[in-house]
Structure formats: C-alpha cells, structure tokens
C-alpha cells in the first residue's frame, strides 16, 4: 500500500469524524535498524535508515483535544499522540486545542518505529496547526520524552532521531551519547529487504524495561555512565556480574563494536563483512539479550539458505520484522 493511500486514509477520516476539511497534514517514516538494538539507551551508535513507510496526521483546530485512527483495535496509540500535545504545550509551544485524524502505512508492534513515526507527525501536525517550529533534534528529545512518560516506554533517542532527521533509504549513524549524526552512504549494490515475522510485541509490556534495567544495573556495577562505551580492557570484568547481568552486557559491548565494524564495512563496500556482522547481532540479541523468538530465527536462517549476505532481527525484539542484506 503506497504511503499516499494513508495520507488520503487519514483526511477521509478526519472528513468522517469532525464533519469538516483538515486545515493541516503532516507524516513521517518509520525507520529499520540496519544495526545496533539496545545499545542507543547504553550510549552507544546505532545505524538506522528511514523507510518509505509512513504516519500521516490530518488535523485543525477544535474545541477540545480530539484524536482518532484507523487503529481501532488498540487505544493506547492515544497515550503517544496526546503525550506529545502534552509536552509540546509543557515546552511553551502555544498548540490550540486540536483535533487530529491518524492513519498509517508503518505496522504496529513490527520493529519499524511506529511509535516514533506516531509522535513526530502528531508534534510536525500541531506545530503546523500552532504556526511553530522545532529543530529536528529538539523534536526528537521532545517525543522521546512523551514516550517516557507518557507511554511508560524507557526508550532510546534512535527511533525518535532517525524518524526526525533521515530522508527515506537514507542511514544515519547516530552516537546516542553525543547526540551527534552522520549520513552514511548506502552501496548502490546493497539491497535492503525488510520481512515481517507477523508476531506483534508491545514495547510497554515490560520486556523491553526489564531489559533496559538489567543495561542499567551492568553499567551501575561497573562504574560508567554509558556501558556501551566500556573499554575493552575491561571486559573481563563482565564475567563478575550474575549471570543474566553478564549476558546482556557482553551483547552491549560487542553489539557497539559491530556498528563501528559495520559502518566501516559498508564505507568500503565490504559487504560480506556487513553481512556477517548482521548475522553476529542476529546470535547476540537471540542468545545473550533474549529479545528473539522462533519466527524470527527461521526468517534469517531462511534467508541465509537462499543466499543473503546476512539477515538478523530489528528493533526491539519479542517479535516484529528482520532485516536482510543481499
């Protein structure tokens, strides 16, 4: 379904709901993490691209907060759109009340960023509707934030960032300490094929948290702010750690030397190199970080017997889409 048919899903929508023509429309992307899962909220660099998929909001002013989508099945999407009318207005940003009409070509709960592709075009719609404007980077730390606390989600800044920043088949490396990013140009022979395991998580049900503290508690026990920057040296001291500890830094640590390798790789055109260092994440995150699942496990095995460069899972885990090289 082309990313057009959910603009025009999303103003018919509007038309049905409030009785009227939206006055504004914004979208954006979902994004694929080539690779890079759970390091970003370690302090890591990942390297997302953006995906021709896309969130597209139609909105106008109202008289009162109003918000609707053809995600009929799911009301917590609210918690997102809302939080971010939320934040915007706890920022300053004078956002009228608005309504708002949602609909969206990125598939929930598939590793591809719907939550992030929500929030950014809910923010660029009441931007738009409050004649404001954020920088890209003020955007992306804004809905992070909503996603925070107002989706009770811990996530990294990566999804918010690649969302806000990248054009669509574009990748950025994005040092998630920093806050700093790069483009990174993609081999013209490289094809990037994303394939849906049709097992669908929600980050909010709290296996992406218990991850996230389990980063937490490795960093805390080893004394460094961003435990994807621990020194080699002292990788040894992992092994001290319980043992569930241990595993998920040991895919930290290794997982952020892989994108430094990746993105080397890929700037060389290497791309058996890349491919096999897809693979590697892919062992990393089933085995050590436990966000796979069986689905996910046949897509890249499959794909391996057909020939890919590589292949692993994306995003968060417990489901959702793989990434595959050719």
């Given at each position: 379904m082309a990313a057009s048919d959910a603009a025009?899903?999303?103003?018919?929508?509007?038309?049905?709901?409030?009785?009227?023509?939206?006055?504004?429309?914004?979208?954006?992307s979902g994004r694929v993490n080539l690779i890079g899962d759970h390091i970003d909220y370690a302090g890591g660099t990942v390297l997302p691209m953006a995906?021709?998929?896309?969130?597209?909001v139609a909105a106008a002013r109202a008289k009162r907060d109003a918000a609707l989508s053809e995600w009929t099945e799911d009301e917590g999407w609210r918690r997102y759109a809302l939080g971010v009318l939320a934040e915007l207005r706890a920022r300053g940003v004078a956002v009228p009340p608005i309504a708002m009409a949602v609909a969206s070509d990125v598939p929930v709960g598939a590793g591809l960023s719907s939550s992030a592709a929500l929030e950014v075009a809910v923010a660029r719609a009441a931007l738009a509707v409050a004649g404001a404007g954020l920088p890209p980077r003020e955007l992306a730390l804004l809905c992070?934030?909503?996603?925070?606390?107002?989706?009770?989600?811990?996530?990294g800044v990566m999804d918010q960032w690649c969302v806000a920043h990248a054009a669509c088949g574009e990748a950025i490396a994005l040092d998630c300490a920093a806050l700093v990013s790069r483009t990174i140009a993609l081999p013209p022979a490289l094809r990037i094929e994303i394939a849906d395991?049709?097992?669908?998580?929600?980050?909010?049900?709290?296996?992406?948290?218990?991850?996230?503290?389990?980063?937490?508690?490795?960093a805390d026990a080893l004394g460094v702010a961003h435990l994807a920057r621990l020194p080699r040296e002292r990788w040894r001291e992992i092994d001290a750690l319980p043992a569930q500890i241990a595993r998920r830094a040991r895919h930290v640590v290794t997982e952020q030397v892989r994108v430094d390798a990746a993105t080397d790789a890929l700037a060389r055109g290497d791309l058996a190199r890349f491919g096999a260092l897809l693979v590697e994440s892919h062992a990393s995150l089933r085995d050590d970080f436990d966000v796979?699942?069986?689905?996910?496990?046949e897509i890249v095995e499959r794909a391996l017997s057909r020939g890919a460069l590589g292949a692993r899972m994306t995003g968060g885990g417990f489901?959702?889409?793989?990434?595959?090289?050719?």
């Open positions: 025009t899903r999303a103003e018919s929508l509007f038309r049905s709901a409030f009785g009227a023509a939206p006055t504004h429309h914004a979208s954006a995906i021709s998929a896309r969130t597209h992070q934030r909503a996603e925070h606390l107002h989706a009770g989600v811990p996530c395991s049709g097992v669908r998580h929600a980050l909010r049900d709290g296996g992406y948290a218990s991850r996230r503290a389990d980063v937490d508690a490795a796979s699942v069986a689905e996910l496990d489901g959702g889409c793989a990434v595959i090289a050719w």
